[in-house]
């Protein structure tokens, strides 16, 4: 782990946009994006528009670098993810390096490319733990959100062999206007699946899900009944099932403290080695980021521009400074300020103290509303 006397010389002169002072901690996790390669289409992916060909990923050597400078870093756990991680021929590597390395390892996964002596040797490998995307359990319907034919068949296969290999599994259900009247359903498989935990996570409009916005959008209604079950299912699943929630922020009251704060405890690697404080922060266009092919993680983590840029509390404009809430909340995710306000500094307009929130619930309101949402545009490498 980089040492604290280290971790101090390199954080010395950090300062946020508003000039405080702020010094890190080391961080608790790291998404690794190793591919946007993905044989799904999902309409509400998180990945940029444009989207990476395999040419552009780093080589396996310098994943594994990434890997060996995260466990220095103080990393715990590694989230495998894509894309589709599993198209990657080196990920058996790459469990190993993290194995060895004595990292918590997650796979996330569309389940649909993967055979039971594949997910037995990643298990043998040194694998920790498995969570599994499902759109929809209803067939046509995972078929058409997916725009892959028989994704739910080979879902509950891949479940059942996930569970063989002695892994602890989570299901990942996404929740637009298409399925979250399946909220319910969505429990039941995992139940069914013999799944630990499942998150029950309503769209984050960045990426491909902003395109498809006015396709995705629920109703406040809607809503409200998924809160009630999800409720209702923590209480009578306690012990049983681990079921957490994301609501949806357009109908929220304050934001998600979101990434548990800009750069506090987890990072990015996106495909071709962007270090991001999360995963739509490309999505900043007033703002550059580092690489790990020209610069440590160590370095990036502590000393860089783009992560210091919105640590601590003196960069909040008001109403956040004044706020009782803003170490709880983070005045909100930075990605959403920009993108309904063009002001990355702003209070996410999911407060109902911002000053755009109500237009944020408005466009909600209009958008869900319609009886005939546009068709899907479907996420594809070259599209844009």
């Known amino acids: 782990m980089v040492g604290q006397a280290a971790a101090e010389d390199l954080s010395r002169d950090a300062r946020n946009e508003a000039g405080e002072n702020v010094r890190a901690g080391p961080p608790l996790g790291m998404l690794a994006e190793l591919t946007h390669r993905c044989p799904l289409q999902c309409p509400y992916c998180s990945n940029p528009l444009r989207l990476?060909?395999?040419?552009?990923?780093?080589e396996t050597g310098d994943w594994l670098r990434v890997f060996d400078q995260a466990a220095e870093l103080g990393v715990l756990q590694i989230h495998l993810s894509g894309g589709e991680p599993t198209l990657r021929s080196d990920l058996d590597q790459f469990v190993e390096r993290l194995a060895a390395h004595g990292v918590y390892s997650n796979l996330i996964t569309a389940g649909v490319n993967l055979s039971a002596d594949k997910i037995k040797k990643l298990a043998g490998l040194g694998l920790d733990h498995v969570q599994l995307s499902v759109q929809s359990v209803r067939r046509e319907n995972a078929d058409r959100i997916t725009n892959y034919k028989g994704a739910l068949a080979r879902k509950r296969a891949f479940a059942g062999w996930v569970i063989e290999a002695g892994l602890p599994l989570t299901i990942n259900a996404v929740t637009h206007r298409n399925n979250i009247d399946e909220t319910e359903a969505f429990i039941q498989f995992a139940l069914?699946?013999?799944a630990q935990r499942i998150e029950v996570a309503n769209t984050q409009y960045y990426g491909w899900a902003a395109v498809n916005r006015a396709a995705l959008m629920p109703g406040y209604e809607q809503c409200l009944r998924q809160a009630d079950i999800v409720g209702a299912a923590q209480r009578k699943l306690t012990g049983i099932l681990n079921?957490?929630?994301?609501?949806?922020d357009y109908y929220a009251k304050y934001p998600k403290p979101c990434m548990g704060g800009w750069a506090n405890d987890v990072f990015n690697v996106t495909p071709n080695g962007q270090v991001l404080p999360c995963h739509a922060a490309e999505s900043l266009t007033d703002m550059e980021f580092e690489n790990v092919r020209e610069r440590p993680l160590a370095e990036i983590w502590y000393a860089s521009k783009s992560f210091n840029r919105f640590r601590g509390a003196g960069w909040m404009p008001e109403p956040c400074r004044s706020c009782e809430r803003k170490h709880v909340d983070f005045g909100g995710c930075r990605c959403q300020a920009f993108a309904m306000t063009g002001d990355a500094r702003a209070t996410d307009p999911a407060c109902s103290l911002s000053p755009h929130h109500h237009a944020m619930e408005s466009l909600?309101?209009?958008?869900?509303s319609s009886n005939a949402p546009p068709a899907f545009e479907y996420r594809r490498i070259g599209r844009y």
């Not at 990476?52 to 780093?58: F, I, P, S, T």
């Not at 079921?243 to 949806?248: F, G, M, S």
């Not at 909600?364 to 869900?368: Q, R, T, V």
Request: charged share 25%; hydrophobic share 40%.
């Open 192 to 194: 069914d699946a013999g």
């Open 52 to 58: 990476l060909k395999a040419g552009d990923e780093l």
């Open 243 to 248: 079921i957490d929630y994301v609501p949806t």
């Open 364 to 368: 909600a309101g209009n958008l869900s």
